[in-house]
């Protein structure tokens, strides 16, 4: 039995981009409605690869021309595959940004506690000092904590 590709989704998600410098992550909380003709997990990535576009002072983390190749989640960890301008193109922010970026959008669904990010289907890389041989858990560490 097919999905009906016409129906469409209501979602609120945690999207985490890079601030202006290029340091830390920001979240943003979004709304959001999306067809059946994609999964909520493509959706989040395909957001991230965006520039957020009501939010000032929020850049995506990833380099332009990046491109999802595929996406898929199997026991808890999410199989996220993107073309190679993510580990060959200049990143608009540091590295561990970059990568918890998807990490952290990623884990904030309800099915997935874990991301194993690949480059052209490859896992024995990496990029700058992270290493994406095994599955990323969630880490908060690089999200900019607000002041009063």
Known sequence: VGRDVNTMN????????ADETGQYLKPVAQSAVYSNAFSIEEY???QLLEAPQSE???CSALPAGTQLLSVSTRDGVCYVNFSEELLTEQLPCKDTVAVYSIVNTLTTLPSIS???IMIAGKTNV???????SDPLARNMDYVEVESD
């Open 10 to 17: 209501h979602v609120t998600m945690t999207l985490y981009f």
């Open 44 to 46: 989040a990535i395909q």
């Open 56 to 58: 000032d002072g929020y």
């Open 114 to 116: 874990r991301v194993q």
């Open 126 to 132: 990496s990029i700058g000092s992270i290493s994406l």
